[in-house]
C-alpha cells in the first residue's frame, strides 16, 4: 500500500480510540507532509505499478500525466491537511 493512501487511511477510518490523537498528529505535521507529498509528485515518473508492487504496467504516460493516482491522493491529502490546519470540524472525509 502507498504511503499517502496508509495515511489517507488513517485519517478517514482511525483506529479507535485514536481518532483525536491522529487528527491531532497531522494537524501539527501539515507543513512537512506537504512537503513531503510536493517532492513525491516531483520524483513522480507517472507509471502505473503492476499489483506485485514490482514491475510497471505498459502503460505510457504522456508527458506530464500521471496514470497511478497518486496526483489524486495528493490532492485529497492535501485538502483534508487544509482542513485540519483550519479547524474546521464537520468536514467530509470525517466520519
Not at 8 to 22: K, M, R, Y
Request: some cysteine; overall charge negative; glycine content about 10%.
Amino acid at each position: 500500500m502507498n504511503c499517502e493512501l496508509q495515511m489517507l487511511g488513517n485519517l478517514h477510518n482511525p483506529p479507535e480510540p485514536f481518532g483525536d490523537i491522529i487528527r491531532t498528529h497531522f494537524r501539527l505535521k501539515a507543513r512537512s507532509i506537504t512537503a513531503q507529498l510536493d517532492r513525491w509528485v516531483a520524483q513522480d515518473d507517472g507509471k502505473s505499478i503492476a499489483g506485485d508492487g514490482g514491475s510497471y504496467l505498459a502503460i505510457k504516460p504522456e508527458v506530464g500525466s500521471s496514470t497511478n493516482g497518486l496526483m489524486k491522493d495528493v490532492i485529497e491529502m492535501k485538502k483534508i491537511l487544509k482542513e485540519l490546519q483550519e479547524g474546521e470540524g464537520s468536514s467530509s472525509w470525517r466520519s
